[in-house]
């Protein structure tokens, strides 16, 4: 049997700052990122903070999510060299999705493109 990745044992509140710095440095927010984590995973504003609080591994964050927005498969392009639509993990893709979502913001898109409205 294969190990897990590093990143599904790996807390959620280890990296969060990090997107939040991405977004920062180009002169976006932490409230932008944040609406992202919102859209994709279905959490509220206080959920996310229990989540980010509980130090909530990136798989059972995304286990528990209460609805995975279905407008995450039109999510494409390439993150860490892989096309996002050809991950077969399916934990590792929800990962790359919110990767893809932060490249996206910190790349100037507009939240609603980003956002797939």
């Not at 599904?8 to 927010?29: I, L, M």
């Not at 980010?52 to 927005?69: G, H, I, M, S, V």
């Not at 991950?87 to 990767?99: A, F, G, H, S, V």
Request: with cysteine.
């Amino acid at each position: 049997m294969p190990t897990k990745h590093r990143i599904f044992t790996t807390p959620f509140a280890d990296v969060y700052p990090h997107y939040v710095a991405k977004a920062e440095k180009k002169g976006r927010t932490k409230t932008e990122v944040d609406a992202i984590l919102r859209w994709l995973t279905g959490y509220t504003q206080q959920a996310l903070e229990a989540q980010l609080e509980k130090q909530t591994d990136f798989e059972t964050f995304f286990q528990e999510a209460p609805k995975l927005n279905p407008s995450r498969t039109l999510i494409k392009g390439v993150v860490c060299g892989v096309r996002v639509e050809d991950i077969e993990d399916p934990t590792m893709r929800e990962i790359r999705y919110l990767d893809k979502l932060i490249d996206e913001l910190a790349k100037g898109k507009t939240m609603n493109k980003i956002l797939r409205d």
